[in-house]
């Protein structure tokens, strides 16, 4: 069994205080922390090993593409992806999303055609089909979570019509920390000859993934939840439905020839591929995901689920907080209002004082927020550094916002 304390050593910003108290980061759900590790990539990187990428000869550049190529294949192992060309490095989850929309389905899409989406989705997984609506004619089709804040699997499957060409899913709720069986869907959609978009970005930080066994066409992540840069990404395209898209962006790699009257593209996934990249902060991504790897899923995953316990205990234990998603199988994400509070940011403001760290407000996702009958709520959201000693530091200053409150 790891030792999760030592784990915790390996991210430098834990060790500060905020407000004159030790920080207790409990916003990973929004970005998470950096181990040093993956700090120290950078800062190489940049210091002694920087240049452009693919078509420089001259050593430097062919330093920075062998390690920004080989960050590929360890997005596709990480992902369980056999073949790694079916992973097109980008910017993030949003980036990604927005090239299936533009890429793969505008060229298909007739008037009426549909996409099923859940209520608890990331906008960022609803604005790329609202595109879609307005200027094309699809129409989106939501399927409700239940009062725990569960998605029955084949509520999703039975939204799926004659007119269905889309399910856009998450693999894991930002804000309920619902888990959803992607795999049962992926399999009667594909029986159905639909296609499946999943968002990953929640679901890969906290949990073995396996994509050659889920069946999904697209799977989107993004390396700052990763405990990597910000601005690293990718999104995994099955191989026959790469062949089906069209590029979304134009310009350097994605290229192979470009003359007055025609342009010839590169193959995927460089097709997919335009402009300089991101080439640190993919190499960064790489560190951070052989940095999990190391740590190993299944620990992590086991970690966090006992986090999630005695959480769920303490936190039951406040009849004065009413908790957003209930489900036993949840991730480690916790959303929360308290009675007689005034806004979700009063509260994340007095949490902060204690040095305690949430996110306050509809955490990109409006129609879930609707749904539930809310305007706002706070989020403690964990990740592989926090401790049971951190689920008490909150418990303390939630106490005080009631007393505050009361």
């Not at 910017?91 to 996409?115: H, K, L, Q």
């Not at 609803?126 to 509520?155: C, M, N, T, Y």
């Not at 049971?388 to 916002?401: K, N, P, R, S």
Request: charged content about 20%; some cysteine.
């Amino acid at each position: 069994m790891l030792d999760f304390q030592k784990v915790r050593a390996d991210f430098p910003i834990l060790s500060r205080e905020v407000n004159g108290k030790p920080l207790v980061y409990l916003d990973s759900g929004a970005s998470a922390q950096k181990p040093q590790v993956v700090i120290d990539a950078i800062t190489r990187a940049y210091s002694e090993e920087y240049a452009n990428v693919h078509r420089g000869l001259h050593y430097l550049s062919n330093l920075a593409t062998e390690k920004y190529e080989g960050v590929r294949g360890i997005i596709a192992r990480f992902l369980g992806v056999a073949d790694e060309r079916q992973i097109v490095l980008n910017s993030g989850t949003t980036e990604g999303i927005n090239m299936v929309a533009y890429g793969w389905a505008m060229p298909r899409f007739e008037p009426g055609d549909e996409i099923v989406l859940s209520v608890m989705e990331h906008h960022a997984n609803i604005v790329p089909w609202h595109f879609l609506r307005e200027r094309q004619g699809a129409v989106l089709k939501w399927v409700d979570v239940d009062s725990a804040g569960g998605l029955d699997a084949q509520a999703v499957i039975d939204a799926i019509g004659p007119r269905t060409k889309l399910v856009a899913i998450s693999h894991l709720s930002n804000v309920l920390g619902t888990k959803v069986d992607v795999k049962a869907i992926c399999a009667a959609a594909r029986e159905k000859g639909v296609a499946v978009m999943v968002d990953g970005s929640q679901a890969a930080v906290h949990m073995p993934v396996d994509l050659d066994d889920m069946g999904c066409d697209f799977y989107a992540v993004t390396g700052h939840k990763l405990y990597g840069p910000s601005g690293s990404g990718a999104i995994f395209v099955r191989s026959d439905r790469m062949a089906e898209m069209r590029p979304f962006l134009g310009g350097g790699d994605m290229i192979r020839d470009v003359h007055r009257d025609t342009v010839i593209y590169n193959d995927a996934p460089m097709k997919f591929e335009a402009g300089t990249p991101g080439i640190v902060q993919t190499i960064g991504l790489g560190v951070a995901l052989e940095y999990m790897m190391d740590l190993g899923m299944q620990n992590i995953a086991a970690h966090e689920d006992s986090l999630r316990d005695y959480a769920v205990e303490r936190l039951s234990g406040l009849n004065w907080l009413q908790l957003q998603g209930t489900q036993a199988d949840k991730a480690a994400i916790f959303s929360f209002t308290l009675d007689g509070a005034g806004h979700a940011h009063d509260i994340s403001t007095i949490l902060d004082k204690k040095g305690v760290a949430v996110r306050a407000g509809q955490h990109c996702a409006q129609p879930l927020m609707e749904h539930m009958g809310l305007s706002a709520t706070c989020r403690a959201s964990f990740a592989v550094y926090n401790t049971t000693e951190d689920v008490d530091v909150l418990v303390e200053a939630l106490e005080l916002c009631h007393e505050l409150f009361a």
